[in-house]
């Protein structure tokens, strides 16, 4: 039995931190941000879900830079470097993992984010957009998480309605299509916690080792 999921994306800007924000709704879950980058630019993705969610636990983050850059490029530039070894998962479950970036994104000269993800034992949820596209990146994340026997819970689709895309990704990718969130208008608590349910719950995915 699981003790949460590790949230990666296709790229950045996809959505990865709403969908988070809507699973800790959905769950009741707390939330983790192993290593986040780019504070001197915008809120920290655990205020955000934290903003989201009222009331959520939420762990802090074990590394946090300034630069939106890979955690690699900006740990380097506070001379720090991320090592694998500074990361366990915090006590408790239901826990949602956020990672930074996609799959493939550095943490340090040698490891990547996926590394993190065969440390850290959870299974994936991969966010990914609906739009022209989404079928190669999908595939491709699918592909390397495999390629490394990470269990994956599914993908979370974010945008505009694709019945075509969300039935290619499944089939192609022979995986499961947790659930579609629409872009939101207005990123509110109110508007996340009506587009969690659309996710399902916790028990319906808690069994995946």
Known sequence: MTQGVFVTATGTGVGKTVVCACLVRRWGAAYWKPVQTGVATEDADSVTVGRL???VVIHPPRHVFQAPLS?????????????????????GSPIVVE???????????????????????LPVVVVAGTGLGTINHTLLSLAALRARDVAIAGVVLVGAANEG??????????VRVLGWVPWLASVTARTVAEASARLPSWQDIRNIE
Request: a negative charge.
């Open 165 to 174: 895309n969300r039935e290619a990704i499944a089939r192609h990718g022979e």
């Open 71 to 91: 955690p690699e490029a900006a740990g380097a530039l506070e001379g720090v470097r991320v090592e694998l070894a500074d990361f366990d998962v915090p006590v």
């Open 99 to 121: 990672g930074a970036g996609g799959v493939m994104v550095p943490l340090n000269g040698q490891s990547l984010m996926i590394d993190l993800m065969v440390r850290l034992r």
């Open 53 to 55: 969610a009222p009331g």
